[in-house]
């Protein structure tokens, strides 16, 4: 029996690019909770919470050190998906794996396109 090595590669690599994408977004609806994560109770929930008691919008939290980084962008993202979404973060999470997706189909446009 001879196998063509060519299409086992070609099948492996499909296999390996498109599989984990697809169980992450299903690990995500199967097992996320509506809770926030982490550093997230430090500066998401201070300000949903500002923001539905005062009416208020303090961005401080969304500036403010994180560990050792300034996490600008991703805070203020969070910040405007929690606020649209009434502070869901089952939601918060799937628009996580939406950007995270978008980036690994750039990265796989860039590949094809330089080979």
Do not use: R
């Amino acid at each position: 029996m001879k196998i063509n090595i060519t299409k086992l590669k070609f099948t492996l690599t499909i296999l390996g690019i498109y599989i984990p994408p697809l169980l992450l977004f299903t690990l995500i609806l199967k097992f996320s909770v509506n809770v926030p994560h982490w550093e997230e109770w430090d500066y998401l929930v201070p300000l949903f919470i500002d923001f539905y008691k005062n009416h208020h919008l303090n961005m401080e939290y969304v500036f403010d050190k994180t560990g050792e980084n300034y996490i600008f962008i991703p805070k203020l993202f969070l910040a405007i998906v929690g606020l649209i979404t009434n502070a869901d973060f089952k939601i918060m999470q799937l628009s996580n794996y939406l950007v995270l997706f978008l980036t690994w189909c750039l990265i796989i446009f860039q590949i094809k396109k330089t080979t």
